[in-house]
């Protein structure tokens, strides 16, 4: 039996942790002569490629020198925090991939911070050291910093950095001798990297991500700690309520490649896919019937927000969607449930309302965006954020965020997000970028994005990660400008935009066929605003004297999905469907929402 590598890789989005395994998989020539392949192979879902970010973790197995690397991608989005403690338990040490111009960002402090609390043994990946401007020795010594920051031991202080370029893929121990493979990276994973211990004894898996096949229902995944597991065995579940339940496995898989193969026998220290275990749960583990040893239970990060998700009642349903009625809706979410764990669905005292809770505004609109390419039809309200009595004062979560502007418009940003109650914690110059680092409420984050890209002309990045539940902060000022409402229904005219132009900016464009009641534009005041914008222009036999004057209408504003979830108020629904997003008021008549307000 070979040795056996556990490696989860930390990353923060689009510092490349996805082209380096595929650069491995390639050098441990997993792809057969012949065989398919293509890059970015861990980005298997089209949303995860589209937005270049890791939305679900994944494991990938490859053999090197007798040797099994099973190798954890971990996501690096914070909102994806759920799946990243679970699956860092997996791991025997990490890889910690940076930017060698950007250097650690915050997603990835969140997750490192998790890894070095397990006791697990860094390797740092210093990537990107092609790039112009890039400084790998300075970012050498801010992870350094990090890591002392984040308490971590002297034998994790002293860790191994191996520097490279996953793109043109290769990896050295010295920048400016840059080799022709990744190889030097495969040989101090199995130098540095503690094998996986091999215990004889009880069976112990422990039960930390799942997959669900339409054929065999929920399979559960989990690293072996200790014995053997054999396909047919009669195996204990151990549930969080202590009962042990029996049952039967009836398929054993190990990792290869990228691939799941079935096997007779597991042996302890390396990873498995167990099909035939029923109602089973994150944190169960998996032991002898007999003499049950459970290991401690792990627990999920606890959602921070929550949405109204609803059937679209809008005059427009069913146009566009094949699944529309509350039966798919609530059958959709009950299965994205089964393995998604940091989500959580409520039903309300209606049939067709459901209310989600998710870690924030991206693990919510990733789900929302795989709905609609599903067929669905839905209709989604504000988010609202998750209040808690703790010790009997109100608390509100709290969210360590990073901004990185030019510096002529680092006055704005921090005047943006200072209304906000947020309090300026770092500013620092990164050459002519100013790096600031701020503790915000989650409830200040909603709707800023929008007004940080339009006031800094589209340059400032942000990140977000939660921190914690504070105190309550204190009221926050909402949006401060009303919206522009649809009186008919029917296609929109240039004419009446044309003549509308000073009231606001407006979300259509001409000929764009809306609905009374639909949000079609942003007041330039702050209360809401009915207008007729189907109305086209009288035409007579009379000639006028002097012509028309040309039409200048301003281009339509898109929003991105995000960005209108952020965008609508209390008063207001997203509809979501296949080809569309629109904004429209929950009373879509005028009369009914005026009675409703008083």
Same mark, same amino acid.
């Given at each position: ?14 510092? $490349? ?68 403690? #679970? ?5 025997? $040490?990490?890889?910690?991939? +940076? /930017? ?12 490192? %911070? ?40 002297? /034998? ?8 490279? &370029? ?31 211990? +091999? ?6 898996? *422990? ?19 200790? %014995? ?14 202590? =009962? ?102 409520? &039903?309300?005292?209606?049939? /067709? ?6 870690? $924030? @505004? ?9 709905? #609609?390419?599903? $067929? ?33 418009? =680092? ?21 002519? +970028? ?26 400032? +990045? ?19 400008? %009303? ?38 534009? *942003? ?9 007729? @914008? ?47 997003? #629109? ?16």
């Amino acid at each position: 039996m070979s040795e056996i590598r556990n490696v989860a890789i930390i990353a923060h989005v689009d510092h $490349g942790k996805t082209t380096l395994v595929d650069k491995i998989i390639y050098a441990c020539q997993e792809f057969r002569e012949g065989t398919e392949s293509d890059e970015l192979i861990l980005d298997n879902n089209d949303l995860e490629r589209e937005r270049g970010i890791t939305i679900l973790s994944k494991n990938v197995s490859v053999t090197y020198n007798g040797v099994k690397i099973n190798i954890i991608d971990t996501p690096g989005h914070s909102d994806f925090g759920g799946e990243v403690e #679970r699956v860092l338990k997996m791991a025997d $040490g990490v890889l910690l991939l +940076v /930017d060698a111009f950007e250097g650690p960002m915050p997603q990835t402090r969140f997750v490192l %911070g998790k890894a070095l609390d397990l006791g697990l043994k860094p390797i740092v990946v210093v990537n990107k050291v092609d790039k112009e401007n890039c400084r790998p020795d300075e970012v050498h010594e801010q992870v350094f910093d990090l890591m002392f920051n984040l308490d971590a031991t002297e /034998d994790q202080l002293d860790f191994q950095t191996i520097y490279g &370029s996953s793109k043109n893929g290769w990896m050295s121990t010295d920048w400016k001798e840059p080799t022709d493979n990744v190889l030097p990276l495969l040989d101090e994973i199995i130098k540095t990297i503690p094998a996986a211990p +091999v215990k004889e004894g009880v069976p112990k898996l *422990q039960i930390v991500s799942l997959d669900y096949s339409s054929f065999v229902g929920r399979i559960a995944i989990g690293r072996l700690y200790q %014995g053997t597991l054999k396909e047919g065995m009669q195996i204990g579940l151990c549930k969080k309520d202590g =009962s042990v339940k029996k049952m039967r496995i009836k398929e054993l898989h190990t990792f290869e490649g990228l691939a799941r193969k079935r096997v007779e026998e597991v042996h302890s220290g390396d990873l498995c896919a167990i099909i035939g275990l029923e109602g089973f749960e994150i944190g169960d583990t998996v032991t002898d019937p007999e003499n049950p040893e459970p290991l401690p239970r792990i627990s999920i990060d606890e959602p921070t927000m929550s949405m109204l998700f609803t059937i679209n009642n809008s005059p427009f349903f069913g146009k566009e969607g094949k699944f529309v009625t509350s039966r798919h809706l609530r059958d959709r979410l009950m299965k994205e449930t089964e393995k998604n764990l940091a989500l959580r669905v409520e &039903s309300t005292d209606s049939e /067709d309302k459901f209310l989600v809770y998710g870690r $924030g @505004i991206l693990h919510l609109s990733v789900l929302i965006e795989t709905m #609609r390419r599903e $067929g669905y039809e839905l209709q989604v309200g504000q988010p609202q954020v998750l209040f808690k009595e703790i010790d009997g004062v109100r608390c509100e979560p709290i969210e360590h965020m990073v901004i990185d502007v030019p510096d002529d418009v =680092s006055g704005k940003a921090i005047e943006l997000v200072t209304q906000r109650k947020g309090e300026l914690l770092v500013m620092e110059p990164k050459g002519d +970028v100013q790096h600031l680092e701020f503790e915000i409420p989650a409830r200040g984050i909603i709707g800023l994005r929008n007004n940080m890209m339009t006031a800094t002309a589209g340059e400032a +990045v942000m990140n977000h990660r939660y921190k914690e539940y504070a105190p309550y902060k204190g009221h926050i000022p909402e949006r401060n400008k %009303g919206s522009l409402i649809s009186m008919e229904e029917g296609p929109s005219t240039a004419f009446a935009i044309n003549r509308l132009q000073d009231r606001g900016v407006f979300f259509v464009d001409p000929g764009d066929v809306i609905y009374k009641g639909q949000v079609i534009g *942003q007041h330039s005041r702050d209360n809401d605003l009915d207008v007729n @914008i189907n109305k086209g222009k009288q035409l007579t036999n009379m000639r006028k004297s002097g012509t028309d004057d040309a039409m200048r209408i301003a281009p339509k504003i898109n929003f991105s999905l995000e960005e209108a979830m952020e965008f609508i108020q209390k008063d207001e629904y997203l509809e979501v469907t296949p080809k569309s997003i #629109r904004m429209r008021k929950i009373y879509l008549d005028e009369n009914e929402r005026k009675r409703m307000s008083k």
